[in-house]
Structure formats: C-alpha cells, structure tokens
C-alpha cells in the first residue's frame, strides 16, 4: 500500500462510528481465534483387518497427520471423558518408539478405548504411520457400529493430541474408516503366520 492509499484509508478509520470499530474489532478477534485453531493437530485414519483367529480379530490403524504441526499422541475410540468401544480389547501393540497403554474405561457406564503415544518420536505434519494394533473379539461389521455406551457415536471415533501421554491440544475428534480385505488375503496371512510357527518348532526340535 503507498502513502496516498494509506492516508485515505486512515480519513476512512477516523469517519467510522464506534460502534462500527466495537464490530470490526470483535471480526478481527474472531478471525484470529479459527486461525488459531487451524493450526491446531489434525488427523484421519484407516483401519484394516489382518488376521481372524477362532473368532478374534486383528486390526492394524494407519493414522495420517493432515494438521501443520506434530503430534505425540493418538486415542483411538476415544475424546476426553469418554471410551466408544463396546467390548475391552484383548492386546495392542505399537509401532517402533511408541507404546501402547491397557485399555482405558471410566467404569460401568463407559466403553474401551486405547492411548498410543510417544516421547521421542511424534508423527510430523504430511507423514503416515502404520503399527498401531489391537486384537478384539469383535469382527469388522460389529466395529462398525455405534457405541452402545455413547449413543449415537461411532465405535472408532478417535482424536490426536501434541503432547505424549495425551496432554496438550487436541484435535478434532475423526472416525477411522475401515477397510476389510478379500477373506482369501486374511486367509492367506493366518495360512502364513501357522506355517512359521511349524516351522519354528521343528527347528527346535
């Protein structure tokens, strides 16, 4: 902006009403505050089924940070004050330098939920991590319906915060789609996952 537009745009300033500065300042501030909070972590999700063993499940999470900034934590079937999932996860694993905690409940009225984080290496904005994984009784179409203890709330509704251990901002609660391969692919995998354990054990004999 040059000096004459600059001058004008002052003349203009000085002829505004009080009242038209009290709403254009409470504008400024309300543009401020969504900046503010879309700089915050962002994140979506896949869920996919690895193995199906005598009627236990295994899933693997694939989480993309979709956010500008890093996070070192991520809650999956959780935001504060409630758990979503229906029945209490059997194990859950983590990827490499992140840990998996027991699953999390708030007593009676409350379902499952499990927080995966970090401490020295959170997920950087545009990066993809898959490993976080959880074995349940619960098959790909019962996961897929809503929590019976939160109505109306779907089962894998998840969130992501800055801190390790869940402190820090957190971002807007998002649901891990869910994608169920071929039953020959799972079939192959278990197939493949017996025949090592065969094989190991002959070794050792």
Known sequence: MNTRSSLAALRRCR?????AVIIGLFLLYSGLGSTAR?????????????LDVSGTYTYNISIDNTGVISFSTFWLSWIPGDNFLNVEPLSESAPTNWTASSPTNGGGSD???IQYSTSTTPLASGNSLSGFDFTTTESPSQLLQNSTFHSGTSQLTSEVTTLSGGGGADSPAFVLAVVVPEPGTVAAFGLGCGLLVCWGGRRRG
Do not use: D, F, K, N
């Not at 879309?38 to 690895?50: N, W």
């Open 15 to 19: 002829s505004l009403s009080p009242l």
């Open 38 to 50: 879309a700089v915050g972590p962002a994140a979506t999700g896949t869920l996919t089924q690895i």
């Open 111 to 113: 379902g499952w939920g």
